[in-house]
């Protein structure tokens, strides 16, 4: 198989002033090509085309709730299963968020966020530790039966048809059960943060989904707040 090519580019960012944090990014692999320009102190434009419209829905609502400019443009081998995609997704916005916080002198370095949607309720706490760690529990009622599958593979084994099948219910499910956690572990892997994720209860996969993706991106916003005059917001003197 050919090797896989990564570009990632950036603008600078100031270590004396972490202001005007934004730049552009690029990912491209035998499988997916991933363009990203994102703005971490804008007002929440976003432009987002991943091909998969409920990728770009949640993606649209990371970047509205955060406030986040962010425009992507990802194309991927979706015909064979959209992990890839995802995965890759999750990756870009992982590393953008790492270059462009810098050193994290100034940030407020911990947010957290509760987000209700209807009769879901989602809890994110994330720490720009320079650490990566990531923790989903769900405690909703559709949770139980994603317990009886041993691993997620077997779940994708489930659903390795779900594409010719086409139905949105199919696809909310495995966002629902797979395809979230995929993106924010990547991301986290990748920002080098410790991200938990608290489905505390819910009915309705969609909603679910909805609110883990707006409290995620409220949590880390609120994390990457500049506190004027604030050195490393750590003991150590770095992060």
Request: negative net charge.
């Given at each position: 198989m050919e090797k896989s090519k990564v570009e990632n580019k950036t603008t600078k960012v100031k270590k004396d002033r972490p202001k005007g944090r934004k730049g552009?990014?690029?990912?491209?692999?035998?499988?997916?090509d991933i363009k990203l320009s994102l703005n971490l102190d804008g007002k929440g434009i976003y432009?987002?085309?991943?091909?998969?419209p409920f990728f770009n829905h949640m993606l649209e609502q990371f970047s509205k709730h955060s406030r986040f400019d962010m425009t992507l443009k990802a194309k991927g081998d979706i015909d064979v299963d959209l992990h890839h995609l995802i995965e890759d997704t999750g990756i870009v916005i992982g590393g953008a968020l790492k270059e462009l916080s810098g050193d994290k002198k100034g940030i407020q370095r911990f947010g957290?966020?509760?987000?209700?949607?209807?009769?879901?309720?989602?809890?994110?706490v994330v720490d720009f530790s320079g650490r990566s760690f990531f923790v989903y529990k769900d405690n909703s009622e559709e949770a139980g039966s994603v317990y009886l599958i041993k691993s997620l593979e077997e779940l994708s084994d489930k659903y390795s048809n779900f594409d010719k099948e086409g139905?949105?219910?199919?696809?909310?499910?495995?966002?629902?059960?797979?395809?979230?956690?995929?993106?924010?572990?990547?991301l986290c892997k990748n920002a080098l943060i410790n991200l938990h994720i608290n489905v505390m209860y819910g009915s309705n996969n969609h909603h679910i989904v909805e609110a883990v993706f707006k409290s995620a991106g409220i949590a880390i916003a609120d994390a990457l707040k500049v506190a004027e005059g604030y050195g490393i917001p750590s003991t150590k003197g770095s992060i």
């Open positions: 552009d990014f690029k990912r491209k692999t035998t499988e997916t432009d987002i085309d991943t091909g998969v957290s966020a509760f987000v209700p949607m209807d009769e879901a309720l989602v809890h994110t139905t949105r219910e199919v696809l909310i499910d495995k966002f629902f059960y797979v395809y979230s956690n995929i993106f924010f572990e990547a």
